[in-house]
């Protein structure tokens, strides 16, 4: 096994968070982390808690993987938001209930609320559906991820990015909750947004708030 053992080891506490935290369930979702080398994803079809530093496997940025164990059937995407993102070191993938309901109708989360600046704009997009592991998924997801964190992906679920896998997968919770906040106001009607001003004083506001 190549090192980065600390690495390998983070990749698999994010993901029995994500599935702990409610956010995932079963091995659906997937986890991956940039490292020297390429980045490190949970294998495909493994379940989180039986995992060790060697089960996570090292792949390059040109799609070759080392070791024994198969990557993540998404490696794709991981590895294109990677590539096209030197801003984000890690992506979280879950198939979270209220985010999945939402890519189901196919439409993006408006600005509800101000917090959906934690994602780096007014809105979360949802990319078109593509059939999953495919590249043709992997260009739709990175389209949809321009200058944001997370994507929503069209009858599948979601995706959230960040420097972090920790903070990536904090991210993911904000955007669950704002997709359970969504369908609770679409029930109700039409659904009332802050308007672009607006959320360009709290896109301002967040790039100095909290521990930067």
Request: hydrophobic share 45%.
């Amino acid at each position: 096994m190549t090192d980065l053992v600390s690495e390998r080891q983070r990749v698999i506490d994010t993901a029995r968070a994500m599935n702990a935290s409610g956010l995932n369930r079963g091995t659906s979702g997937n986890v991956s982390l940039r490292c020297a080398g390429g980045f490190l994803i949970t294998p495909t079809g493994m379940a989180y808690d039986g995992l060790t530093p060697e089960d996570i496997v090292l792949v390059a940025m040109d799609g070759t993987p080392q070791g024994t164990r198969k990557p993540s059937s998404e490696w794709r995407f991981h590895r294109d938001i990677l590539a096209e993102r030197p801003d984000l070191n890690a992506v979280v993938h879950t198939h979270a209930t209220h985010c999945t309901a939402v890519a189901i109708l196919g439409v993006p989360i408006p600005a509800l609320h101000y917090s959906i600046a934690a994602a780096g704009g007014h809105d979360i997009r949802c990319a078109p559906y593509e059939i999953f592991g495919s590249q043709e998924l992997a260009v739709s997801v990175v389209a949809a991820l321009k200058d944001r964190r997370a994507c929503l992906m069209a009858h599948h679920g979601m995706i959230a990015c960040h420097a972090t896998p920790e903070r990536a997968l904090a991210l993911a919770g904000t955007i669950e909750e704002l997709a359970r906040l969504y369908l609770l106001c679409r029930a109700a009607g039409e659904v009332p947004v802050l308007a672009p001003q607006a959320m360009a004083e709290v896109l301002e506001r967040f790039g100095t708030y909290g521990q930067q």
